[in-house]
Every structure is written in structure tokens, then in C-alpha cells.
């Protein structure tokens, strides 16, 4: 696996950064569309994704992002320990896969991040 992100689902994304950045003294990489990535102002920790949601829709909470170089060979690995396919998610040229672990806790294979 290459990385390992926390995605936070927030209606309102700006606040929730603003929030995570002040309460575990992260910053804002960069934003694109829905999404806030978050990295750790000093020393290392995992990325966050602050992903803005309409309200009241779709799954809640966080999940997590497995950042992969050969995602379809990583669906396959995790499909045969017990995961499943939810569905995939094409947005912006880029592709992504939603699973549900064993106990039906939803996570992402998406591809790795270009450096």
C-alpha cells in the first residue's frame, strides 16, 4: 500500500477543516472541488480528506483510503479475505473502488496520488 488517508464526510467541508486543522495542528495542502486534503503542519501523521457531502445523504462519518499502485490486483485481495465490492466511482478522470470490510464498514481502494 503506498498511503493511508482518513476521509471525513461534512456538509459543511471549510468548517470541518478549519475544525481538524486547529484541533490536531494540520494545514491545508490543497483543495479540489468537494475535497480538502489536510497534511500534519510539523513532523508525520496520515493525510485527511475532508470530503463535503450534501446533508442528510449518502454514507456518514469517516472511512478510510487505501492508496494503491494496482488497484483492480488490491479489490481482488481484499475481495478474497472477506471484503466487498459496493460499487466504483469515476469522478474527474480518476477511478475508485467502495467496499465493505467484513463487517460492512466501508473503505475506498483508490488509486495512488501523483507526487
Do not use: K
Not at 11 to 30: H, P
Not at 51 to 68: F, K
Not at 84 to 101: F, I, P, S
Amino acid at each position: 500500500m503506498d498511503s493511508l488517508e482518513i476521509t471525513i464526510n461534512a456538509a459543511d467541508g471549510e468548517l470541518a477543516a478549519e475544525f481538524w486543522c486547529a484541533a490536531l495542528d494540520y494545514r491545508i495542502r490543497y483543495r479540489r472541488g468537494r475535497y480538502l486534503v489536510l497534511d500534519p503542519a510539523e513532523g508525520t501523521g496520515p493525510q485527511l480528506v475532508v470530503q463535503t457531502v450534501d446533508a442528510g445523504t449518502g454514507p456518514g462519518g469517516v472511512h478510510l483510503d487505501l492508496r494503491v499502485d494496482r488497484r483492480e490486483e488490491t479489490v481482488a485481495r481484499l475481495t478474497a479475505r472477506g471484503a466487498r465490492v459496493q460499487h466504483e466511482v469515476t469522478e474527474a478522470g480518476r477511478t475508485w473502488t467502495v467496499m465493505l470490510d467484513p463487517d460492512g464498514n466501508e473503505f475506498c481502494v483508490c488509486p495512488a496520488r501523483a507526487t
